[in-house]
Structure formats: C-alpha cells, structure tokens
C-alpha cells in the first residue's frame, strides 16, 4: 500500500516507523524537513502521488481539516488522528467520504490503547449497545489521583503533571472536559450510527475543582473521577464522587477506562494502563489494515434525563433546590442533568456527581 504521511512530529515518526517496512511511504509533509524526494512543504505534492491511503498526524486542525478535506475530495482513503476536527466536522467528512467513494478512520482520535470504535463495530453485528460509561482522559485521571494518593494541592498535582510532560502546554481542553466530550461524541457516534457533536453534551470538567471540594471529598472519604457517559437520550462529562470500592479508584495514573453495557453480554471493561504515542501508533495501523465503516442512520435525541444528586461548590441556586448546605457549597436534591444545566448555566464552579443511593452520608 502507498502512504501519503502528514507530519514528522513524534507521532508521525512513530506511525513512520512502524509502517515503512509493511508499506510504502510515498511522500512525507513537514515544514520543518528539508525538502528531498520523500519529504515536502506542499498539499498537492502528496495528494498528486498516487496514495492509496493519507495518515494524518498534525496538530493544527485547521491545517488537518483543509488536507483531509482535500484528500476526501480526490477520493483518498484518509486516517485521522486529530479528534478536534472529527468531533467538530464528523457529518460533513462521513458524507463526504461517501461521496467520493472513500473511506475516513479515525480510531486514534480516542483512548490511546483501547480500540473502542473497532470494538464498538463489531459489537453492533450482533448485540445493542445499552450504555457506555468511563474516563477517557488520562492526564486529568493522573492529576485528580495525586490529589488523592498523595494528598497534594490540585495546583501541586497539575504541576507535577506539567513536569512530567502529562499535559499538553495548553490544558484547558482536558480541565474543563472537552477533551473528553469531543471522544464521548465519537464513540456516540459509531455506537449508534449517529451524528451528535460537542454542543449536544453537557460538560463540567475540574478546572474550578477547589481546596474545600476537596477537603468534602476526603472527609466523606471519597475521590474524584472525571466521566463521561452516554446512553441513546444521555450523552454528559462531569466529575464523579466515588467510594473506595468503585472500579473507578482502581485506574491508576495515567490510564483510561470504558465499560461498554450491551443487551446480551452486560458489561465489559477495558481499562488501558499505557496511553501515549504507542497506542497512538497501534490504533492507527489498525486502521490501516481495517478501516471503519462510515454510517450514519439514526437522529440523535439526547434530553439528559439521567438524575443525580449534585454537589455544587458555591451556592447559586435557589433554596428549593438545595437539599443539604455544606461550607460555601450544596447538595442539590434529586435533578436530570438538564435541570442541573439550566439552573447553572455558566456559572465558573465545580459540580460533581453523588452516586451513593444514600446521599445523606454526605
């Protein structure tokens, strides 16, 4: 197979050398390489190489967008790693794939070392997808379990992940959960043959966690996980209040977990302990080798009628729906995530989700 590779950043150089031998790799775009008869500065000199197959490993997704649009166009069979611009365009590049009588993968957008849209396909051929439920952001998993483990700040937690390269220079997409949105609407998407996007789902990431949040949590001798969720009428991110024998507390450091609940199996669990550009690299030769079939059949109808008790940080609704007062923050009564978000809006606090049926411990 000849390969059209976009970027020789570490992931490119990674997916370079895991294919080179098996496959051809034609030409090669990095505005950083001097220019030779594989490497280029230019769209077209890949597009116009005769490629079987374009990988995309950029980091500008907007550049990614326009390449991978380009490619589709001239009916190339395109992987994507970038989840941004899949989560943000995912109808228009299906569609337009179909139209070009090609194919767009994008199983690296997700959790590093599970293959969940594989997985998620080959479930669909015989059984129905109940609900979907886990973390799929390891560098906040890794900073909200040192807070816990090693009972530091969340601001020594998020530093020691900065230093330790955990993080990527601009964090605030995986403190405020879009990070793990933008994957919650891809695996929605493939599990149900569907077509939401980010602003169907209601995020609350950790990013205004603080020190009393967490003192509740530690007094109450709980931790803090961020999960996301999705059923076919729920699709949400927020920080889960967990017990010492949730699974959760089991996924240590810098992992990801899904459980995938189906009508003939039940749950199934899979939880990655390596993330990083390993199980990048795996997810997109296994794309390579088996592309993912692009569909979308099913509207998607998410209410959010999923109900919780919430605590708040702050205070800022109304008494009636404050159950228990606690320092400067609440426990709410019994609310559906939608009547949670149109008493919040935008309000800069923490909220996180009690899962204990008895809630008055708390």
């Known amino acids: 197979m000849k390969i059209g590779l976009l970027g020789f950043n570490r992931i490119g150089q990674s997916v370079y050398e895991a294919i080179y031998l098996k496959h051809e790799v034609v030409k090669i775009l990095d505005l950083n390489h001097k220019i030779d008869h594989i490497f280029c500065h230019d769209i077209n000199d890949v597009l116009e190489a005769n490629i079987d197959c374009m990988i995309e490993c950029l980091a500008d997704s907007e550049l990614a967008y326009n390449y991978v649009q380009k490619a589709l166009k001239k009916g190339i069979r395109v992987i994507v790693s970038n989840k941004k611009i899949m989560a943000k365009h995912y109808t228009s590049l299906l569609n337009l794939a179909k139209d070009n009588n090609t194919n767009i993968s994008f199983e690296s957008c997700l959790v590093g070392g599970i293959t969940i849209l594989h997985h998620l396909e080959d479930i669909r051929q015989y059984d129905e997808i109940i609900e979907i ?28 992940a900065q230093a330790l390269g955990y993080t990527k220079p601009d964090y605030n997409n995986d403190l405020l959960g879009k990070d793990a949105a933008y994957k919650l609407a ?14 169907d789902i209601f995020i609350k990431g950790i990013k205004y966690l603080d020190e009393e949040t967490i003192m509740f949590a530690r007094l109450h001798e709980t931790q803090i996980h961020l999960v996301a969720y999705m059923n076919r009428n729920n699709a949400y991110v927020i920080p889960y209040f967990t017990r010492k024998k949730d699974l959760y507390n089991y996924v240590k450091g810098k992992s990801n977990c899904i459980m995938i609940e189906t009508q003939n199996v039940g749950k199934l669990y899979d939880i990655a302990q390596s993330v990083g550009i ?8 296994l794309d390579l080798i088996r592309p993912l079939h692009n569909e979308i059949i099913y ?12 605590y708040l940080s702050e205070q ?7 159950d228990l007062k606690t320092g400067k923050g609440c426990i709410t009564i019994f609310l559906s995530i939608s009547e949670l978000a149109s008493l919040i809006q935008n309000h800069h606090i923490f909220v996180g989700a009690l899962l204990d049926e008895e809630y008055r411990y708390y």
């Not at 390993?278 to 030769?285: E, G, H, L, M």
């Not at 509207?299 to 919430?310: R, W």
């Not at 800022?316 to 404050?322: E, F, G, S, V």
Request: negative net charge; contains cysteine.
């Open 316 to 322: 800022i609704i109304d008494d009636k729906y404050i």
């Open 133 to 160: 439920e886990g973390i799929l952001n390891s560098s906040v998993n890794y900073i909200l379990g040192s807070i816990f483990t090693k009972h530091i700040s969340f601001k020594e937690a998020l530093e020691d």
């Open 186 to 199: 891809l695996i929605y998407n493939k599990a149900y043959a569907a077509n939401i996007s980010i602003k």
């Open 278 to 285: 390993k199980a990048i690299t795996n997810a997109i030769c």
């Open 299 to 310: 509207e998607a109808n998410i209410i959010n009628d999923n109900k919780y008790h919430f």
